[in-house]
């Protein structure tokens, strides 16, 4: 079941940054956020994830807001290769529920502009 | 690090044969390994979750007799499609986590197109 709402598509102008947003209104305090994004016929890549603190890597920024029930995947300059569809996960720690399952939703496929 | 490959890239067979894909965890050993299955323009959809040394857990609705799962060792899983019809063809993923609760890497994917 989607657990998360992401908007369908977004432009971002190459050397800006791309800010994708994602609802997860309905997470629990064991659920994490995941981020990955699939480039056209080629396997999802990992971004980043965080349970509640903001969280910083070479790739993006994750911000979650305070009540954890929204957060937002940061590219700080979006270049062409940034194109992608974009996945906001919520998972459960699967020592919690014996399932480490990812349910890729729709997405939201974001096309970086020259 | 964190890098997953797959074998082949793509591939096209015929109707009643069977092929098989390789999924490989090159700088990591991973305990746990998933099979995804992705559509034209859908979303990823989980197959089947394999341990290695153990029996895969196939999703509810796939069939295992049909998609059979080896995870012989840390660093490989194989899928083999048996008897393929032109339905299964699709883009098949492979993920790899170090363990059960790790994050999943994902493999860039094998198209297979059955004629």
């Known amino acids: 079941d989607a657990k998360t709402t992401q908007p369908t598509s977004m432009d971002c102008a190459e050397g800006r940054a791309a800010n994708l947003p994602c609802n997860h209104s309905?997470?629990?305090?064991?659920?994490?956020v995941y981020w990955y994004r699939q480039i056209h016929s080629q396997g999802p890549q990992y971004i980043i994830h965080?349970?509640?603190n903001n969280e910083t890597n070479e790739m993006a920024s994750l911000i979650i807001t305070e009540d954890r029930k929204s957060s937002t995947l940061i590219l700080p300059h979006a270049t062409l290769r940034d194109t992608a569809v974009y996945y906001c996960?919520?998972?459960?720690?699967?020592?919690?529920?014996?399932?480490?399952?990812?349910?890729f939703g729709t997405g939201t496929r974001l096309t970086v502009i020259p | 690090g964190a890098v997953v490959s797959q074998h082949p890239s793509w591939v096209i067979c015929k109707s009643g044969t069977s092929v098989k894909i390789e999924c490989r965890s090159l700088?990591?050993?991973?305990?746990?390994m998933f099979w995804y299955r992705q559509f034209p323009k859908q979303s990823l959809m989980l197959m089947a979750t394999?341990?290695?040394?153990?029996?895969?857990?196939?999703e509810q609705g796939v069939e295992k007799d049909k998609f059979l799962i080896n995870h012989a060792s840390l660093t490989l899983s194989t899928l083999t499609v048996t008897s393929a019809h032109p339905e299964d063809s699709s883009f098949y993923i492979c993920?790899?986590?170090?363990?059960?609760?790790?994050?999943?890497?994902f493999g860039p994917g094998t198209r297979l197109t059955v004629l």
């Open positions: 993920s790899a986590s170090i363990d059960f609760t790790d994050t999943q890497y």
């Open positions: 700088d990591f050993q991973a305990t746990t």
């Open positions: 965080g349970l509640k």
């Open positions: 394999s341990n290695e040394g153990s029996k895969a857990t196939y």
């Open positions: 996960i919520v998972r459960v720690a699967p020592l919690q529920t014996g399932a480490n399952n990812l349910f």
């Open positions: 309905t997470i629990s305090g064991n659920e994490y």
